[in-house]
């Protein structure tokens, strides 16, 4: 069973609706971040949060809001979507600090229209 | 603020070829540095870190040496695979505004493909 797992897998939307994308993991890990992979742009940070009363914008929170539900949920929203966010979204883990190393779940794929 | 430059790509080698993939970063400090693979469909997973100075990380046939005097952590394989075609991310960590470290910061990201 995957560490990480994310849902939807794919999403299809149109401009101004909200959307949600949510991460779980059974890690046990405290750390839980959202990033976003653009085509030839690498990998950004989005949010992260270092327990459940913790949440920290990264890079790019413009446009996005997350929710750590528990310690091992986190949820990433787009309260009104628009084109350029189609991209790439990551889920990832890590135990804390001085272990920087960080477990990704396998992806969302969202298409804003 | 910090940074990772990497190679772009796409780099297409045959089997057996020697692989390096440059990265080099911009930082405060010397902080640890990564590599992370992403095989089609996945999402990206540790390949290698060093954390200090002079320190090599090595795993699967691939190794990288922190150089702080080039401020480098090249990539190399000395005979690559078709297995090994993936997308290689070069990173460190991404300082917040405590101070301290958390999330990463990626370079672009080389897209590898070895041919039979």
Redesign the interface.
């Known amino acids: 069973d995957a560490d990480v797992t994310q849902t939807p897998r794919n999403r299809i939307t149109k401009t101004g609706k909200r959307i949600m994308l949510e991460c779980s993991q059974t890690k046990g890990h405290d750390r839980m971040y959202w990033y976003r992979q653009d085509p030839g742009l690498g990998l950004q940070l989005i949010y992260y949060s270092f327990d459940v009363k913790d949440i920290n914008k990264g890079e790019i929170s413009d446009g996005y809001s997350v929710s750590r539900q528990a310690q091992a949920k986190f949820s990433l929203s787009l309260e009104s979507a628009i084109p350029n966010q189609t991209a790439l979204y990551f889920c990832a883990t890590s135990r804390g600090v001085g272990y920087n190393e960080q477990f990704f779940g396998p992806g969302t794929r969202l298409t804003v229209l | 603020g910090d940074s990772v430059t990497q190679m772009?790509g796409p780099v297409t080698l045959s089997e057996e070829a020697f692989l390096t993939i440059n990265c080099t970063y911009t930082a405060t400090g010397y902080p640890?540095l990564?590599w992370y693979v992403q095989y089609p469909?996945?999402?990206?997973?540790?390949l290698l870190?060093a954390t200090k100075a002079d320190d090599k990380g090595s795993n699967k046939g691939f190794e990288a040496t922190y150089r702080k005097e080039t401020t480098s952590f090249h990539l190399e394989k000395g005979s690559v695979q078709v297995s090994d075609s993936a997308v290689y991310?070069c990173a460190l960590?991404?300082p917040?505004s405590g101070g301290?470290?958390?999330?990463?910061?990626?370079?672009?990201?080389t897209h590898l493909i070895i041919q039979p």
């Open positions: 772009e640890s990564f469909g996945e999402g990206l997973q540790l870190k991310f960590p991404w917040n301290g470290a958390d999330g990463l910061t990626f370079g672009k990201g």
